[in-house]
Protein backbone atom coordinates (compact mmCIF):
# COMPACT_ATOMS: atom_id res chain seq x y z
CA UNK A 1 0.00 0.00 0.00
CA UNK A 2 1.30 3.76 -0.96
CA UNK A 3 2.18 6.07 1.78
CA UNK A 4 -0.44 8.90 1.96
CA UNK A 5 1.89 11.36 3.01
CA UNK A 6 4.29 10.50 0.03
CA UNK A 7 4.68 13.61 -2.34
CA UNK A 8 2.90 12.86 -5.14
CA UNK A 9 5.85 13.96 -7.42
CA UNK A 10 7.35 11.28 -9.05
CA UNK A 11 11.30 10.83 -8.98
CA UNK A 12 13.70 10.51 -11.76
CA UNK A 13 14.07 7.21 -13.10
CA UNK A 14 16.22 5.44 -15.45
CA UNK A 15 13.04 4.60 -17.50
CA UNK A 16 12.04 8.11 -17.62
CA UNK A 17 12.09 9.47 -21.12
CA UNK A 18 15.24 12.31 -21.50
CA UNK A 19 13.74 15.83 -22.33
CA UNK A 20 16.09 17.66 -24.76
CA UNK A 21 17.43 21.12 -23.12
CA UNK A 22 14.99 22.85 -26.08
CA UNK A 23 11.85 21.78 -24.78
CA UNK A 24 12.84 22.05 -21.14
CA UNK A 25 13.82 25.77 -22.00
CA UNK A 26 11.15 26.51 -23.87
CA UNK A 27 8.54 24.75 -21.12
CA UNK A 28 10.95 27.09 -18.75
CA UNK A 29 9.73 30.22 -20.35
CA UNK A 30 6.56 29.77 -21.10
CA UNK A 31 5.59 28.85 -17.30
CA UNK A 32 3.79 31.92 -16.87
CA UNK A 33 0.51 30.60 -18.55
CA UNK A 34 -2.05 29.59 -15.99
CA UNK A 35 -1.81 25.50 -16.27
CA UNK A 36 -4.98 23.39 -16.60
CA UNK A 37 -6.67 22.88 -13.01
CA UNK A 38 -7.30 19.20 -14.30
CA UNK A 39 -3.83 18.12 -14.06
CA UNK A 40 -0.76 18.05 -11.77
CA UNK A 41 2.34 19.17 -12.77
CA UNK A 42 5.45 17.19 -12.33
CA UNK A 43 8.79 18.11 -13.27
CA UNK A 44 12.54 16.51 -13.07
CA UNK A 45 14.46 19.56 -11.49
CA UNK A 46 12.89 21.77 -8.39
CA UNK A 47 13.11 24.98 -8.24
CA UNK A 48 12.78 26.50 -4.70
CA UNK A 49 10.97 29.91 -3.87
CA UNK A 50 12.67 33.35 -3.69
CA UNK A 51 10.11 34.48 -1.10
CA UNK A 52 11.88 33.09 1.73
CA UNK A 53 15.74 32.76 0.18
CA UNK A 54 18.07 34.43 2.68
CA UNK A 55 19.52 36.52 -0.05
CA UNK A 56 21.94 38.63 2.64
CA UNK A 57 23.93 35.81 4.00
CA UNK A 58 25.17 35.46 0.41
CA UNK A 59 25.55 38.85 -0.40
CA UNK A 60 23.02 38.82 -3.40
CA UNK A 61 21.29 41.93 -4.60
CA UNK A 62 17.23 41.40 -5.27
CA UNK A 63 15.41 43.61 -7.69
CA UNK A 64 12.19 44.14 -5.54
CA UNK A 65 10.21 42.65 -8.79
CA UNK A 66 8.00 39.69 -7.74
CA UNK A 67 9.09 36.06 -8.13
CA UNK A 68 7.26 33.82 -9.66
CA UNK A 69 7.42 31.92 -13.00
CA UNK A 70 7.62 35.18 -15.48
CA UNK A 71 10.86 36.52 -13.23
CA UNK A 72 12.25 33.20 -13.81
CA UNK A 73 11.61 32.94 -18.05
CA UNK A 74 12.79 36.91 -18.13
CA UNK A 75 16.08 35.48 -16.19
CA UNK A 76 16.35 32.33 -17.77
CA UNK A 77 15.82 34.64 -21.28
CA UNK A 78 18.76 37.24 -19.81
CA UNK A 79 21.09 34.27 -19.57
CA UNK A 80 20.61 32.32 -22.97
CA UNK A 81 20.17 35.46 -25.23
CA UNK A 82 21.92 38.31 -23.16
CA UNK A 83 19.75 41.28 -21.18
CA UNK A 84 17.10 42.89 -22.75
CA UNK A 85 18.60 46.16 -21.25
CA UNK A 86 22.15 47.71 -20.82
CA UNK A 87 22.03 47.50 -17.02
CA UNK A 88 25.28 47.23 -15.42
CA UNK A 89 25.09 44.12 -13.21
CA UNK A 90 25.21 40.59 -13.56
CA UNK A 91 22.11 39.00 -15.04
CA UNK A 92 21.37 37.29 -12.16
CA UNK A 93 21.59 39.93 -9.68
CA UNK A 94 25.12 39.41 -8.53
CA UNK A 95 27.61 41.81 -7.95
CA UNK A 96 29.47 42.43 -10.54
CA UNK A 97 32.66 42.73 -7.82
CA UNK A 98 32.15 38.96 -7.68
CA UNK A 99 33.96 36.22 -9.71
CA UNK A 100 31.52 33.39 -9.77
CA UNK A 101 28.67 33.21 -12.57
CA UNK A 102 29.93 36.45 -14.36
CA UNK A 103 28.22 36.18 -17.90
CA UNK A 104 27.19 39.12 -18.81
CA UNK A 105 30.58 40.12 -20.31
CA UNK A 106 29.98 36.82 -22.52
CA UNK A 107 26.26 37.12 -22.77
CA UNK A 108 26.65 41.16 -23.63
CA UNK A 109 28.86 40.37 -26.57
CA UNK A 110 27.19 40.43 -30.49
CA UNK A 111 27.66 37.71 -32.31
CA UNK A 112 29.72 39.32 -34.94
CA UNK A 113 32.11 39.94 -31.84
CA UNK A 114 33.26 36.31 -32.18
CA UNK A 115 34.75 37.37 -35.81
CA UNK A 116 38.22 38.66 -36.52
CA UNK A 117 36.44 42.03 -37.40
CA UNK A 118 33.97 43.69 -35.90
CA UNK A 119 31.77 46.20 -36.74
CA UNK A 120 32.65 49.66 -36.21
CA UNK A 121 29.53 50.17 -33.55
CA UNK A 122 30.45 48.01 -31.32
CA UNK A 123 31.04 48.76 -27.78
CA UNK A 124 34.05 50.30 -26.12
CA UNK A 125 36.69 47.85 -25.16
CA UNK A 126 36.28 45.88 -28.19
CA UNK A 127 39.06 45.37 -30.63
CA UNK A 128 38.42 47.40 -33.98
CA UNK A 129 41.76 45.52 -35.84
CA UNK A 130 41.37 42.06 -37.21
CA UNK A 131 43.53 39.46 -35.09
CA UNK A 132 46.48 38.78 -36.36
CA UNK A 133 47.82 35.01 -36.58
CA UNK A 134 51.31 34.19 -35.84
CA UNK A 135 53.52 34.17 -38.89
CA UNK A 136 55.09 31.20 -39.46
CA UNK A 137 58.66 30.85 -41.32
CA UNK A 138 59.62 27.35 -42.71
CA UNK A 139 62.76 25.98 -41.35
CA UNK A 140 63.81 24.38 -44.78
CA UNK A 141 64.95 25.74 -47.96
CA UNK A 142 62.46 26.07 -50.45
CA UNK A 143 65.37 25.60 -53.32
CA UNK A 144 68.98 24.46 -53.25
CA UNK A 145 71.40 25.29 -55.90
CA UNK A 146 75.11 23.88 -55.81
CA UNK A 147 77.30 26.24 -56.58
CA UNK A 148 80.80 25.28 -57.19
CA UNK A 149 83.54 26.72 -56.67
CA UNK A 150 82.16 29.51 -54.28
CA UNK A 151 84.88 30.67 -52.41
CA UNK A 152 85.38 30.63 -48.38
CA UNK A 153 86.09 34.00 -47.67
CA UNK A 154 85.13 36.35 -45.12
CA UNK A 155 85.84 39.30 -47.22
CA UNK A 156 84.43 38.86 -50.74
CA UNK A 157 80.77 39.21 -51.79
CA UNK A 158 79.66 36.85 -54.95
CA UNK A 159 76.11 37.15 -54.11
CA UNK A 160 73.70 39.89 -55.39
CA UNK A 161 70.10 39.79 -56.20
CA UNK A 162 68.84 42.52 -58.83
CA UNK A 163 65.54 44.31 -58.96
CA UNK A 164 64.93 42.25 -62.16
CA UNK A 165 64.65 39.02 -60.00
CA UNK A 166 67.95 37.96 -61.49
CA UNK A 167 70.66 36.52 -59.18
CA UNK A 168 74.58 36.86 -60.03
CA UNK A 169 76.85 35.12 -58.15
CA UNK A 170 81.07 34.98 -58.63
CA UNK A 171 81.90 31.23 -58.70
CA UNK A 172 86.01 30.91 -59.05
CA UNK A 173 86.82 33.05 -61.92
CA UNK A 174 83.16 33.31 -64.01
CA UNK A 175 80.23 35.04 -63.27
CA UNK A 176 76.58 33.16 -63.32
CA UNK A 177 73.54 34.33 -63.47
CA UNK A 178 70.32 32.89 -62.42
CA UNK A 179 66.90 33.57 -63.16
CA UNK A 180 64.42 33.03 -60.61
CA UNK A 181 61.82 33.20 -62.89
CA UNK A 182 62.38 31.27 -65.19
CA UNK A 183 65.20 28.87 -63.65
CA UNK A 184 67.40 29.89 -66.76
CA UNK A 185 71.28 30.16 -65.79
CA UNK A 186 73.23 32.06 -68.09
CA UNK A 187 77.09 32.86 -68.12
CA UNK A 188 77.95 36.54 -68.13
CA UNK A 189 81.83 36.49 -67.91
CA UNK A 190 84.66 34.79 -67.53
CA UNK A 191 87.96 36.86 -66.53
CA UNK A 192 90.51 33.72 -67.44
CA UNK A 193 92.74 32.02 -65.00
CA UNK A 194 94.99 34.81 -63.93
CA UNK A 195 92.20 36.32 -62.54
CA UNK A 196 89.05 35.72 -60.14
CA UNK A 197 85.90 37.50 -59.12
CA UNK A 198 85.66 38.79 -55.81
CA UNK A 199 82.41 41.25 -55.93
CA UNK A 200 79.55 41.64 -57.30
CA UNK A 201 77.01 44.33 -57.40
CA UNK A 202 73.87 45.30 -59.21
CA UNK A 203 72.61 48.73 -60.27
CA UNK A 204 69.61 50.34 -59.21
CA UNK A 205 67.37 49.37 -62.06
CA UNK A 206 69.24 45.69 -62.55
CA UNK A 207 70.60 46.23 -65.84
CA UNK A 208 74.15 46.79 -65.54
CA UNK A 209 76.12 44.64 -63.08
CA UNK A 210 79.79 45.62 -61.71
CA UNK A 211 82.17 42.94 -61.18
CA UNK A 212 85.01 43.51 -58.99
CA UNK A 213 88.15 41.20 -59.92
CA UNK A 214 91.09 39.77 -57.43
CA UNK A 215 93.63 42.13 -59.91
CA UNK A 216 92.08 45.21 -58.92
CA UNK A 217 89.68 46.11 -61.50
CA UNK A 218 86.18 46.73 -61.78
CA UNK A 219 84.49 45.76 -65.14
CA UNK A 220 80.87 46.71 -66.00
CA UNK A 221 78.61 44.12 -67.97
CA UNK A 222 75.19 44.99 -69.76
CA UNK A 223 73.39 41.45 -68.65
CA UNK A 224 70.74 41.75 -71.06
CA UNK A 225 73.13 41.74 -73.78
CA UNK A 226 75.95 40.18 -72.20
CA UNK A 227 78.22 42.17 -73.33
CA UNK A 228 80.80 44.23 -71.35
CA UNK A 229 80.69 48.11 -71.64
CA UNK A 230 83.25 49.15 -69.41
CA UNK A 231 86.91 48.19 -67.27
CA UNK A 232 88.20 50.66 -64.74
CA UNK A 233 91.40 50.65 -62.86
CA UNK A 234 92.49 52.63 -59.55
CA UNK A 235 93.29 49.84 -56.88
CA UNK A 236 95.95 48.19 -56.11
CA UNK A 237 94.69 44.76 -54.83
CA UNK A 238 91.37 42.91 -55.34
CA UNK A 239 87.84 44.92 -54.59
CA UNK A 240 85.97 42.90 -52.69
CA UNK A 241 82.85 45.08 -51.90
CA UNK A 242 80.90 47.48 -54.15
CA UNK A 243 77.85 49.83 -53.26
CA UNK A 244 75.91 51.77 -56.18
CA UNK A 245 74.38 54.79 -55.54
CA UNK A 246 72.10 55.73 -59.04
CA UNK A 247 75.08 56.47 -61.40
CA UNK A 248 77.95 56.22 -58.94
CA UNK A 249 79.65 53.08 -58.09
CA UNK A 250 81.65 52.78 -54.83
CA UNK A 251 84.35 50.15 -54.81
CA UNK A 252 86.62 49.14 -51.60
CA UNK A 253 89.89 47.29 -51.63
CA UNK A 254 92.34 45.13 -50.19
CA UNK A 255 94.46 48.51 -50.36
CA UNK A 256 92.40 50.08 -47.65
CA UNK A 257 91.19 52.42 -49.89
CA UNK A 258 87.07 53.59 -51.35
CA UNK A 259 86.82 54.89 -55.03
CA UNK A 260 83.82 56.77 -55.98
CA UNK A 261 83.32 56.25 -59.74
CA UNK A 262 80.37 58.17 -61.84
CA UNK A 263 79.99 55.85 -64.87
CA UNK A 264 78.80 58.89 -66.83
CA UNK A 265 82.64 60.32 -67.06
CA UNK A 266 85.42 59.06 -68.51
CA UNK A 267 88.05 59.26 -65.42
CA UNK A 268 88.08 55.86 -63.91
CA UNK A 269 87.07 57.63 -60.70
CA UNK A 270 85.70 60.94 -59.15
CA UNK A 271 86.96 60.94 -55.44
CA UNK A 272 88.75 58.63 -52.67
CA UNK A 273 88.08 57.74 -49.60
CA UNK A 274 90.42 56.99 -47.08
CA UNK A 275 91.02 56.19 -43.33
CA UNK A 276 90.44 52.28 -42.94
CA UNK A 277 93.58 50.36 -41.68
CA UNK A 278 92.29 47.73 -43.53
CA UNK A 279 91.00 45.40 -46.38
CA UNK A 280 87.31 47.05 -47.07
CA UNK A 281 85.09 44.38 -47.14
CA UNK A 282 81.40 45.96 -46.65
CA UNK A 283 79.76 48.90 -48.43
CA UNK A 284 76.32 50.05 -48.60
CA UNK A 285 74.47 53.13 -49.70
CA UNK A 286 71.45 55.06 -47.73
CA UNK A 287 68.42 55.28 -48.92
CA UNK A 288 68.02 58.63 -50.02
CA UNK A 289 71.63 58.45 -51.41
CA UNK A 290 73.28 60.68 -49.10
CA UNK A 291 75.39 58.45 -46.87
CA UNK A 292 77.55 55.63 -47.49
CA UNK A 293 78.55 53.29 -44.84
CA UNK A 294 81.89 51.43 -45.33
CA UNK A 295 83.24 48.39 -42.60
CA UNK A 296 86.75 47.19 -42.47
CA UNK A 297 88.53 44.82 -39.69
CA UNK A 298 88.99 47.59 -37.41
CA UNK A 299 86.30 49.69 -37.88
CA UNK A 300 83.04 51.05 -38.67
CA UNK A 301 82.52 54.62 -40.81
CA UNK A 302 79.67 56.50 -42.64
CA UNK A 303 80.64 59.14 -44.89
CA UNK A 304 78.73 61.72 -46.33
CA UNK A 305 78.61 61.76 -50.23
CA UNK A 306 80.11 65.27 -50.77
CA UNK A 307 83.27 64.92 -48.31
CA UNK A 308 86.20 62.65 -48.41
CA UNK A 309 86.06 62.15 -44.37
CA UNK A 310 83.98 59.95 -42.33
CA UNK A 311 81.17 62.21 -40.45
CA UNK A 312 81.12 59.00 -37.71
CA UNK A 313 83.27 56.37 -37.10
CA UNK A 314 82.87 53.41 -34.73
CA UNK A 315 85.74 51.58 -33.23
CA UNK A 316 84.33 49.26 -30.91
CA UNK A 317 84.08 46.67 -32.48
CA UNK A 318 86.57 43.82 -32.29
CA UNK A 319 86.76 41.97 -35.62
CA UNK A 320 85.92 42.65 -39.26
CA UNK A 321 82.39 45.09 -40.02
CA UNK A 322 81.08 43.31 -43.29
CA UNK A 323 77.11 42.79 -42.42
CA UNK A 324 75.85 46.34 -42.97
CA UNK A 325 72.35 47.65 -43.99
CA UNK A 326 70.16 50.82 -44.07
CA UNK A 327 66.57 50.50 -42.71
CA UNK A 328 63.68 52.01 -44.72
CA UNK A 329 61.79 52.47 -41.64
CA UNK A 330 63.64 53.91 -38.89
CA UNK A 331 66.65 55.19 -38.60
CA UNK A 332 68.36 52.03 -37.08
CA UNK A 333 69.57 48.66 -38.66
CA UNK A 334 66.72 46.57 -40.55
CA UNK A 335 66.92 44.27 -43.60
CA UNK A 336 63.26 43.75 -44.59
CA UNK A 337 61.67 46.11 -46.53
CA UNK A 338 58.10 45.08 -45.80
CA UNK A 339 58.21 44.70 -42.06
CA UNK A 340 60.50 45.62 -39.32
CA UNK A 341 62.26 42.54 -38.87
CA UNK A 342 65.74 41.89 -40.12
CA UNK A 343 67.97 38.83 -40.67
CA UNK A 344 71.45 37.76 -40.21
CA UNK A 345 73.79 35.29 -41.21
CA UNK A 346 76.43 33.67 -38.72
CA UNK A 347 79.48 30.99 -38.98
CA UNK A 348 80.83 28.61 -36.47
CA UNK A 349 79.77 26.51 -35.14
CA UNK A 350 76.01 26.40 -36.23
CA UNK A 351 76.13 28.15 -39.20
CA UNK A 352 72.89 29.43 -38.55
CA UNK A 353 70.24 32.28 -40.21
CA UNK A 354 68.70 34.20 -37.90
CA UNK A 355 65.48 36.49 -38.42
CA UNK A 356 65.14 39.34 -35.46
CA UNK A 357 61.91 41.56 -34.38
CA UNK A 358 63.25 44.93 -34.44
CA UNK A 359 62.57 46.65 -32.13
CA UNK A 360 62.50 44.03 -29.35
CA UNK A 361 65.02 42.06 -31.52
CA UNK A 362 63.46 38.87 -30.52
CA UNK A 363 64.40 35.84 -32.43
CA UNK A 364 61.48 34.65 -35.29
CA UNK A 365 62.80 31.80 -36.69
CA UNK A 366 66.43 30.17 -36.82
CA UNK A 367 67.30 28.25 -39.98
CA UNK A 368 69.42 25.90 -40.57
CA UNK A 369 71.29 23.80 -43.10
CA UNK A 370 74.52 25.11 -44.00
CA UNK A 371 77.74 23.13 -42.85
CA UNK A 372 79.81 26.07 -43.72
CA UNK A 373 79.49 29.34 -42.46
CA UNK A 374 76.60 31.82 -44.22
CA UNK A 375 78.73 34.80 -45.78
CA UNK A 376 76.94 35.89 -48.74
CA UNK A 377 73.47 37.17 -48.28
CA UNK A 378 70.91 38.49 -51.04
CA UNK A 379 66.77 39.65 -50.71
CA UNK A 380 64.53 39.23 -53.73
CA UNK A 381 63.06 42.33 -55.09
CA UNK A 382 60.07 41.44 -53.73
CA UNK A 383 61.67 41.79 -50.24
CA UNK A 384 60.25 37.81 -49.30
CA UNK A 385 62.86 35.21 -50.14
CA UNK A 386 66.64 35.68 -49.26
CA UNK A 387 69.53 33.62 -50.89
CA UNK A 388 72.41 32.75 -48.69
CA UNK A 389 75.63 31.66 -49.89
CA UNK A 390 78.52 29.17 -48.41
CA UNK A 391 81.81 27.33 -48.53
CA UNK A 392 79.79 24.49 -48.64
CA UNK A 393 79.45 25.47 -52.14
CA UNK A 394 75.08 25.98 -51.90
CA UNK A 395 72.71 28.45 -52.68
CA UNK A 396 70.17 28.37 -50.21
CA UNK A 397 66.61 29.91 -50.75
CA UNK A 398 64.45 31.35 -47.74
CA UNK A 399 60.95 32.33 -47.65
CA UNK A 400 61.25 34.44 -44.51
CA UNK A 401 59.71 37.76 -44.82
CA UNK A 402 55.79 38.46 -45.55
CA UNK A 403 54.96 40.54 -48.72
CA UNK A 404 53.85 44.37 -47.92
CA UNK A 405 50.22 44.08 -48.71
CA UNK A 406 49.41 40.35 -46.91
CA UNK A 407 51.72 37.94 -44.81
CA UNK A 408 50.09 34.68 -46.18
CA UNK A 409 51.51 35.27 -50.20
CA UNK A 410 53.98 32.97 -50.90
CA UNK A 411 56.68 34.67 -52.73
CA UNK A 412 57.51 34.45 -56.49
CA UNK A 413 60.29 32.23 -56.33
CA UNK A 414 57.85 29.50 -55.62
CA UNK A 415 56.44 28.02 -51.90
CA UNK A 416 57.29 24.40 -52.35
CA UNK A 417 60.51 22.39 -52.94
CA UNK A 418 61.80 22.62 -56.64
CA UNK A 419 64.54 19.84 -55.89
CA UNK A 420 68.14 20.78 -55.93
CA UNK A 421 70.09 22.03 -59.40
CA UNK A 422 73.09 23.76 -60.07
CA UNK A 423 73.77 27.41 -60.53
CA UNK A 424 76.10 26.35 -63.57
Not at 113 to 138: M, T, Y
Not at 149 to 168: G, H, I, K, P, R
Not at 378 to 405: C, H, M, Y
Amino acid sequence: MEDPTASNVTPPSMNTPIISLESRINRLINADQSPSPSRSIYSDRFIPSRSGSNYALFDLVRDGREDGAGSYATLLREAMFGPETPEKRDITGFSTSRNIFRFKTETNRCLDSFSPFVSDDDGPGVSQSPIKALRKVSRSPSKVLDAPDLQDDFYLNLVDWSAQNVLAVGLGNCVYLWNACSSKVTKLCDLGDDDSVCSVGWAFRGTHLAVGTSTGKVQIWDASRCKRTRTMEGHRLRVGALAWSSSVLSSGSRDESILQRDIRCKEDHVSKLTGHKSEVCGLKWSHDNRELASGGNDRLFVWNQHSTQPVLKFSEHTAAVKAIAWSPHVCNLAWSKNVNELVSTHGYSQNQIIVWKYPTMSKIATLTGHTYRVLYLAVSPDGQTIVTGAGDETLRFWNVFPSPKSQNTDSEIGSTFFGRTTIR
